[in-house]
């Protein structure tokens, strides 16, 4: 059984590049560490002191680079910390025992989402199963955005 859910969850994985063909009216991206079939809402921890931040929901965004980041960047332990924003059209990544690893972007129907704030990030409360999925690596970070790594471990390139 589990066998053939992966089976069908590969089939739906595609090449990342058409990312930026996809219809941003409709469908929103996600980015997660792990292969799903479903995506779920889960508890977020995020200590900017921003209630939106923190909602048991599905969080999405109308960027598949935000999506891919989302994707890419892990914590190695509990004594490490990532945090990352927008500065002048340039990502500024900063954090501790940080890494870079293979990941996934989900398109999702927006139809489930409400905006949360500045028409960039909306979340979702109920489990949905994703329209496409795309494996994404580290380096597809710098296809997206003009970054600034101030992390104990240099993204690859």
């Known amino acids: 059984m589990r066998r053939s859910i992966m089976r069908a969850i590969q089939k739906r994985i595609s090449n990342v590049y058409p990312l930026i063909r ?3 009216e409709n469908f929103l991206f996600h980015g997660s560490p792990w292969l799903l079939s479903k995506v779920e809402p889960r508890k977020a921890i995020c200590t900017t ?4 931040n923190n909602l048991n929901a599905i969080y999405a965004t109308t960027s598949s680079g935000i ?3 989302h994707a890419v960047l892990r914590i190695r332990s509990k004594h490490g910390y990532l945090h990352w924003g ?7 990544v900063t954090g501790r025992n940080v890494r870079y690893r293979t990941g996934y972007v989900y398109v999702l ?3 489930y989402f409400a905006p949360v704030r500045n028409g ?3 979340v979702a409360t109920t489990p949905i199963i994703p329209y496409k999925i795309f494996r994404v690596e580290p380096q597809m970070l710098h296809e997206y955005f003009d970054m600034e790594i101030n992390t104990d471990v240099p993204c690859p390139h």
């Open 49 to 52: 002191g921003i209630p939106e």
């Open 22 to 24: 996809i219809d941003r």
């Open 86 to 92: 927008l500065r002048n059209r340039k990502v500024i």
């Open 67 to 69: 999506a891919i980041l």
């Open 120 to 122: 960039l990030f909306y």
């Open 109 to 111: 129907p927006r139809e």
